[in-house]
Every structure is written in structure tokens, then in C-alpha cells.
């Protein structure tokens, strides 16, 4: 089945994806889900919330979310949109759908003058190979999570 991408208000993310969020949210199973959508909703007012979401049909099949930041803090000159999550449901999950996904937040975040967009990957995965493969990727930093015991 086609797959269609367009701009999702985080209301809608909020309402139409709860199973999204949670099947993304076991996937990964890092942590516990635990969203603060009144942060998503200032900055949605703000003009600075991207978030898009793909459909198969009626049923929202994958979402992308991220921020923009029109200036940071050590390099004044660089605007750029982050990626907070990306995530398509197994069943849906293909080249096709991921790159209208993509595709969709960085045309957005062009539009907002943002010069690059960070996406994260978890390491090893198949997203980070994909973005290891592609030439219009670079890797220029890799995270790394401590554990701060209390």
C-alpha cells in the first residue's frame, strides 16, 4: 500500500499515535516513555516543532519529530533542526516511507533557513547504516550515555 507524508501537528501525534509512541518506545527500550507534550506545544506555537507523519490509508504508520534552533549558542551562524524521534511501524518500515519522511523534515526545515538536520541513530542499528551508506551524510559525533547513580 502507498504511503503518504504530510505535516502533523503534535496534537494529532498526540491523539492518532499513541501506538505508534509505545511500539516505538518498546522497540527501542531504553527508557520509559514519559512525553511532555506541553513542551512539543510551545514550541509547535513558537514555530519551531517540526512534525510530520505517514499514513497508509487512514492509519498513521510512522512519524518524525524535531526541533528547530535558529541559533546556537557556541556557533552563532549555524540554524539547524534536530531530530527528537523517527520511527516507522515494522510492517510499513522500507526505504520508500523512511525517505519520505526524511525528505519531508529537511524540505521543512529548509524552508526555516536551517543550514543542516541532525539525526540520530541508534549504534548498530539499520538506520545507522542506511545513514553510513548515504553521501549526504556525515557522522561528526557520536554519543555516549553515563549513568549517573543517586
Avoid at 1 to 13: A, F, G, S
Wanted: overall charge negative; some cysteine; aromatic content about 12%.
Amino acid at each position: 500500500m502507498d504511503v503518504r507524508v504530510d505535516r502533523l501537528r503534535c496534537c494529532d501525534l498526540q491523539e492518532q499515535g499513541e501506538a505508534l509512541l509505545e511500539a516505538n518506545g518498546q522497540e527501542t527500550g531504553h527508557r520509559e516513555l514519559d512525553i511532555d507534550w506541553s513542551v512539543y506545544s510551545l514550541a509547535e506555537a513558537a514555530h519551531k516543532l517540526l512534525v510530520f507523519g505517514a499514513w497508509a490509508g487512514e492509519e498513521l504508520v510512522g512519524y518524525v519529530a524535531g526541533f528547530f534552533v535558529d541559533k546556537h549558542i557556541q556557533h552563532q551562524s549555524w540554524c539547524y533542526a534536530q531530530v527528537d524521534v523517527f520511527y516507522v511501524d515494522p510492517d510499513h518500515r522500507n526505504a520508500a516511507t523512511c525517505e519520505q519522511l526524511m525528505s519531508a523534515f529537511s524540505r521543512a526545515a529548509r524552508s526555516l533557513t536551517a543550514t543542516s538536520v541532525l539525526w540520530g541513530a541508534k549504534a548498530g542499528s539499520a538506520f545507522e547504516r542506511v545513514l553510513d551508506s548515504k553521501d549526504r551524510f556525515t557522522k561528526f559525533e557520536v554519543f555516549y550515555e553515563e549513568q549517573i547513580e543517586w
